[in-house]
């Protein structure tokens, strides 16, 4: 398990994983900074908190099928817009854990919004 975290910890987005008793087994540095520093242990459903965000992880749980969602976050009085995909990462025996990354699309959003 600790090689996956320290993948984890190499990518340079935000990134977390959720074991199979549905908590944060760990997030990266960069998630992290987004969720708070006292967000691994807990519960993702406290940890995360969005519904929409929530819903995702639910459905990957359920159906074993990676799903996306677009979360807004505000941080230090800026809205920053994500793009969360949540995908199934099979573990030893049947354990199932969900790995979640949060790409900004806030740059893409803002330029699209300036063409209209």
Known sequence: MQQAFAV???????????????????????????LGGTAVGRSYVAALRQP???????????????????VITTMAMRET??????????????????LVTFEDQTATQEARQMRQ
């Not at 984890?8 to 900074?33: C, K, M, Q, S, V």
């Not at 929409?52 to 677009?70: I, K, S």
């Open 52 to 70: 929409v965000l929530l819903d995702c992880v639910e459905a990957v749980f359920r159906l074993r099928q990676p799903g996306t969602a677009d």
């Open 81 to 98: 817009i994500w793009r969360v995909t949540a995908a199934p990462v099979e573990a030893a025996g049947d354990d199932l854990m969900v």
């Open 8 to 34: 984890l910890d190499a990518l340079p987005i935000p990134a977390l994983l959720i074991d199979g008793d549905e908590r944060l087994a760990h997030a990266n540095l960069a998630a992290t900074a987004i």
